[in-house]
T-cell receptor, first 113, second 112 residues
Framework: AAGVIQSPRHLIKEKRETATLKCYPI?????VYWYQQGPGQDPQFLIS???????DKGSIPDRFSAQQFSDYHSELNMSSLELGDSALYFC????????????FGEGSWLTVV | EDQVTQSPEALRLQEGESSSLNCSYT??????LFWYRQDPGKGPEFLFT???AGEEKEKERLKATLTKKESFLHITAPKPEDSATYLC?????????????FGAGTRLAVHP
């Protein structure tokens, strides 16, 4: 079965650089979520989109932005990177409706040096 | 404020030694409670969704149960390949559009 696809799987950036993560949801899923997981921590919700509109916002820094495109893929843009942004970034997707299962991708490892 | 607390933080079992993981939650209107398994450096893998008190679901050696205040993940006769971090998460009425609120997880190690 198709899963949530994230790219790149790993990237290394220097401080103050910009990074873009991509997410391709499961086909026919209309909601995309972004989570950040630091070492030894639980996933923290950043932002979500439903039908290409922002639906909810969590602890996403102002330096980060995201959008969902017409083909439902999403991109997370991170600027002015800081060492503390080093983490595993997960994208997840679900179909419409509360209680519907949210499936996660394998994550993108971002290391800021 | 919606909150999810998991216990214990870490659990070490011998192969075949059954045990339970706990997830306590405080939310204003539960839409669903989810259990995920996460291996190091990997994405959370969906296990179960529970919607109402009294509901139970099983998959191989795992069984999840739900009450009005907590959920248990029972592991029967675990094997070393069950070693992972088990995450509990809730969707709440006050939590915006379906976002998950995670607990800190239980790190399970099963030794032969």
């Amino acid at each position: 079965a198709a899963g949530v696809i994230q790219s790149p799987r790993h990237l290394i950036k220097e401080k103050r650089e910009t990074a873009t993560l991509k997410c391709y949801p499961i086909p026919r899923h209309d909601t995309v979520y972004w989570y950040q997981q630091g070492p030894g921590q639980d996933p923290q919700f950043l932002i979500s989109f439903y039908e290409k509109m922002q639906s909810d916002k969590g602890s996403i820094p102002d330096r980060f932005s995201a959008q969902q495109f017409s083909d439902y893929h999403s991109e997370l843009n991170m600027s002015s990177l800081e060492l503390g942004d080093s983490a595993l970034y997960f994208c997840a997707s679900s179909a419409t409706g509360p209680g519907n299962t949210i499936y996660f991708g394998e994550g993108s490892w971002l290391t800021v040096v | 404020e919606d909150q999810v607390t998991q216990s214990p933080e870490a659990l070490r079992l011998q192969e075949g030694e059954s045990s339970s993981l706990n997830c306590s939650y405080t939310v204003s209107g539960l839409r669903g409670l989810f259990w995920y398994r996460q291996d190091p450096g990997k994405g959370p893998e969906f296990l179960f969704t529970l919607y109402s008190a009294g509901e139970e679901k099983e998959k191989e050696r795992l069984k999840a149960t739900l009450t009005k205040k907590e959920s248990f993940l029972h592991i029967t006769a675990p094997k070393p390949e069950d070693s992972a971090t088990y995450l509990c998460a809730v969707q709440a009425d006050s939590g915006g559009y379906n976002k998950l609120i995670f607990g800190a997880g239980t790190r399970l190690a099963v030794h032969p």
